[in-house]
């Protein structure tokens, strides 16, 4: 009993820590709703050119793509805005025109073009929506209904929904991406952690390298490759370092402790 009360406490340690850290003391910061979590808003350009900014979905990519096609290949940085994208970028073919130019065919029909000419009004609100009632083509209940369920987030373990097969995010964008290999994951392993009775950390990287592959956390994210290199604390994780770039924004949250803190104390 004394060492489960112990685990609690620290669970409830670190998610104060996180709140404090991210929030900010006295502000209290509303949960997204699960179709919402994710979501990135553009906003380099689109003002400024009398539009409404771009809501970016990422479930629905994420659904459907390797995080690692979107931010190795196409280019994405992993920062909201950082890119800079411009609508000219898209009209050449690059960023969301990779994908988006009225060639490209998914499910067995072909995407509707970003920012090309002569693209109808209606077009851009898909994208340009922040503000407006747009009614999205893919609805997020109906889409994630039968996927396995997560605690936080989307509501969605989308680990579980790859690994059964109930989506399968392509990895390859012809044109775009290089060939590469089958990779060899190397096998879990456990981290530690600092507090006391915290159960410890087991990190996978067969489940990671299935999304990220190795360049879209080597070296930007974690520096070196050999484990152990690279410090880092739950504070820093907290402000969207190291694993917080990804577990802080788009993947499960860090208030879901026990998906990573999962090996029981000795």
Known sequence: MRRAFGVAAAL????AAGAAVGQGAGVKKRRPLPQEYGRVVLDNHSTASRMAPVAFDHWLHRARFTCRLCHVDVGFAMKAGATDVRAADNQRGFYCGACHDRKTV???KKLFGACGPGTAGESCARC????????????????????PRGRFGNGVDWEQAEEQGLIRPADHLEGVSIARKPMTAQK??????KLVEMPE??????????WNGCELCHPDIFVGVKRGST????AEIFEGKYCGVCHATVAFPTTDCQRCHTRPVQ
Do not use: C, N, W
């Open 12 to 15: 409830a340690a670190l998610l």
């Open 128 to 147: 340009h929506s922040v503000g407006k009632q747009v009614t999205p083509e893919v609805d997020f209940t109906a889409f994630t209904r039968g996927l």
């Open 188 to 193: 879990d392993f456990a981290l530690s952690p």
């Open 201 to 210: 950390i087991v990190f996978s990287h067969k489940k990671h390298t299935v």
């Open 231 to 234: 410090r880092y604390s739950m």
């Open 106 to 108: 998914f499910d067995g």
